[in-house]
């Protein structure tokens, strides 16, 4: 079975700093991979996804992650931090061939001015 | 805004009811999937459809049931419904239904069941 783990469930940045939020999964096989922000009282809106392509993705607003197969990860990163990006962050992974994914339980992204 | 729409916002009501959310998924968009998320469980896939076929079911109750219709707009069921559903529950919709489509998801149905 695969699963997702997010490490730390908030992580708080100031304005300007580099944003990592850190996403492991547990897969026999390379899955594909997904990252969606969720702004409060909205839905989840997909940010970038890995698919067997370029192992680094860029994304929308500036985020980018990297597939490393060898640490089973697939950290999202930002340069610079905006307060805009305040919001809560999933990763999910779905087996190749599959139609279900699983979530990661998120991580809420704290900005400081 | 995602071009999902979500039917109702919020959704107030009693253990042991039944209630239906509805979704009307983007225009052109042939899947639809329904999710749960809640504080205990974190977000939850409960069941996909394409073109009005089942085609993927995740952990949903036996007290849940969905469909599609033919013009595609998709209706969750919740019956003898309990505290613990209380949750809100999201639909996403996208063009094929593949393992890498893109899913835009509606703003939710947030249910309180007292």
């Known amino acids: 079975a695969q699963s997702v783990t997010q490490l730390g469930s908030h992580v708080s940045v100031s304005e300007g700093a580099l944003v990592l939020l850190r996403c492991n999964y547990s897969?026999?096989?390379?899955?594909?991979l997904f990252w969606y922000v969720q702004y409060p009282n909205q839905g989840l809106q997909l940010l970038l996804k890995y698919t067997s392509a370029a192992t680094l993705v860029k994304g929308i607003n500036g985020f980018e992650a990297e597939f490393k197969k060898s640490e089973t990860s697939f950290h999202l990163t930002k340069p610079s931090a905006h307060m805009s990006d305040a919001a809560e962050y999933f990763c999910a992974v779905r087996r190749r061939g599959s139609y279900i994914p699983t979530f990661g339980r998120g991580t809420s992204l704290i900005v400081h001015p | 805004d995602s071009g999902v729409t979500q039917t109702p916002k919020h959704l107030i009501t009693a253990t042991g009811q039944r209630v239906t959310l509805r979704c009307s998924p983007r225009?052109?968009?042939?899947?639809v999937y329904w999710y749960q998320q809640s504080l205990d469980q974190g977000l939850q896939f409960l069941i996909q459809y394409y073109n009005g076929e089942e085609r993927a079911k995740g952990n949903i109750l036996e007290r849940f049931s969905a469909q599609q219709f033919p013009d595609l707009h998709s209706e969750l069921n919740l019956s003898s419904l309990e505290l613990g559903d209380s949750a809100l529950y999201f639909c996403?919709?996208?063009?094929?239904?593949?393992?890498?489509?893109?899913?835009?998801f509606g703003p939710g149905t947030r249910l309180t069941v007292l």
């Open positions: 996403a919709s996208s063009l094929a239904g593949t393992s890498v489509d893109e899913q835009f």
């Open positions: 897969s026999s096989v390379p899955p594909y």
């Open positions: 225009s052109g968009d042939l899947s």
